[in-house]
């Protein structure tokens, strides 16, 4: 089991920035690729941005790339996504994942946080 708890999230006005943090226990964080997904009021939860174990492969979604960063130290069992030039339809509860294979995939993933709500105003 690997729990993961979010912090981070806030209010913040279009053209700001955040930085979430997804803390892990339990089993060895750096055994698993890390994952953030996003959950807006009426949509599907959908892909963010995802790092491999050892934080050298990132990915990320078209609609956050160049704006968000995703990173990790596993010494620290903690990941990271930088938030820059954030807009308002970025608003949504944001979640951590960890997964032995996934990527992009909601359903390869395999613990998850509870979330931690961004609000980005206009």
């Known amino acids: 089991q690997v729990q993961l708890v979010e912090s981070g999230g806030g209010l913040v006005q279009a053209g700001g920035s955040l930085s979430l943090a997804c803390a892990a226990s339990?089993?060895?964080?750096?055994?698993?690729?890390m994952g953030w997904f996003r959950q807006a009021p009426g949509k599907e939860r959908e892909f963010v941005a995802s790092?491999?174990?050892?934080?050298?492969?990132?990915y990320y979604a078209d609609s956050v790339k160049g704006r968000f960063s995703i990173s990790r130290d596993n010494t620290k069992n903690t990941g990271y996504l930088q938030m820059n030039s954030l807009k308002p339809e970025d608003t949504a509860v944001y979640y951590c994942a960890a997964s032995i294979s996934g990527v992009r995939t909601i359903s390869q993933y395999d613990y998850w946080g509870q979330g931690t709500q961004v609000t980005v105003s206009s």
């Open positions: 790092i491999s174990r050892g934080g050298n492969l990132t």
């Open positions: 339990g089993r060895t964080f750096g055994n698993y690729r």
